[in-house]
Each structure stands twice: as C-alpha cells, then as structure tokens.
C-alpha cells in the first residue's frame, strides 16, 4: 500500500522559508500520480498548492506566485515543498498527497500524508 | 479560479437522521467533483468522484447528486462514525479548488 509521511520544522519565521519533505513508500513516484501538496487553514479551507508530476513537471497554484517550489528526490522517493517569504497567513496543516487519473477525466488524492501543522510566528 | 460556495459551514443532526450538504461551483464544472471526509487528527478521504460515483468500500448512505451547478452530499441513516468535516472539490481545471467545508457534528 501506498503511504505518505511530512516532515519539516513546526515553527517558521515571518519572510523566511518554508520547507517540507514527503516520504513515499510503497510506490515509485516515478511509475505514476501527481504528487500534490495541500493545505489546511483554521477554519477547515483547503488549499491545493501545486504539484509535481511521475515525469518531473511541475503545476503551481497561481495565487502563490513565484514563492512556491517541488522538487524531487528520485533516488530517495521523496518530493519536497518550498514556500519562500512566508507570512502569518502560511499558517496551516501542509499534507502531501498523490492524484490519481481515473477514468472519464476524473482526478482524485486517493493517498494522502498524516499532515504536519505549520506556524508561521516570530 | 473556480470558487466553489460550500454550506452549511457547521451542522448538527441527530442519529439516524438524513443530511445534506451542498456546494455551488461559480462556473460549469460538469461532473469534475468530489467529497472528502475529514476526521479530527487525520487525513481527508475520498468519499465521492465524478459527483456521483462512490469510492470502494465507502457505504451506501452516502450518495452524491447534481444539478446543474449546485452539487450535493447526502447521507442517510446518520452515524457518529459519520462525524468531521467534509470539503467539496473540483477538478474541472486548475487551479483546483476546495469548498470552505462543512463540519457535521452528531448532537
């Protein structure tokens, strides 16, 4: 079975970076899937934040301009998230999850991380 | 971006009770919409796909409908394994977007 595991610090600075690990296991992420990162505001609104593909290429949500990048490990299955000049607003539960194409055009995280909670304060 | 209005934010219902929650996408989405179910402390599950289609091993109470843009999940004979949030989301184009959720509460 397919698992996903967060990693990263739980504390963050205004204006600096967020980074996060996901730990594949299970599945290549080579072989197939999205691998997506969403997050969770207080409040319960969901966020998808973009993803990178089993080939390597990536789609971002726009509304994070150029403060977001995922990247890859392939030798350690591991894709990862960097959110650069974060604010209070960053605040939230990250989750790393994998998209699946179904038939009929449908697209759904059928696999998903346990999440980790992120503060941004100073 | 496709916003999808999702209601109620919050409810409560009782034990055995029918309840339903709905989402209007501000644009056509067709059938590119799914349900998650979110428990305290845990990772969103798929319920719903292709709004109408139920996810393996998902029980029966739970069914999802359309109609035109307004889309809907209903669940029958309400349980308290059936308690937590529960987040539209469409897949129509990007970005994806979620509904704000809905958190059932069993009273």
């Known amino acids: 079975e397919i698992q996903l595991q967060e990693s990263g610090p739980g504390l963050v600075k205004p204006s600096q970076s967020l980074s996060l690990t996901c730990s594949v296991t299970g599945y290549t992420i080579t072989s197939g899937y999205d691998w997506s990162w969403i997050r969770k505001f207080p409040g319960n609104k969901m966020e998808w934040m973009g993803y990178i593909s089993y080939s390597g290429s990536t789609n971002y949500n726009p509304s994070l301009k150029s403060r977001i990048s995922i990247t890859r490990d392939t030798s350690k299955n591991q894709f990862f998230l960097q959110l650069n000049s974060v604010t209070t607003e960053d605040t939230a539960t990250y989750y790393c999850a994998s998209g699946y194409y179904g038939l009929g055009g449908d697209y759904y995280f059928d696999y998903w991380g346990q999440g980790v909670m992120v503060t941004v304060s100073s | ?107």
Not at chain 2, 8 to 32: E, K, R
Not at chain 2, 88 to 99: D, M
Request: with cysteine.
């Open chain 2, 1 to 107: 971006d496709i916003q999808m209005t999702q209601s109620p934010s919050s409810m409560s219902a009782s034990l055995g009770d029918t309840v339903t929650i709905n989402c209007l996408a501000s644009q056509d989405i067709g059938n590119y919409l799914s349900w998650y179910q979110q428990k305290p402390g845990k990772s969103p599950k798929l319920m719903i796909y292709g709004a109408t289609n139920l996810e393996d091993g998902v029980p029966s109470r739970f069914s999802g409908s359309r109609s035109g843009s307004d889309y809907s999940l209903t669940i029958n004979s309400l349980g308290y394994d059936d308690e937590g949030i529960y987040h539209c989301h469409q897949y129509y184009e990007y970005p994806y977007t979620f509904g704000a959720g809905t958190k059932l509460e069993l009273k």
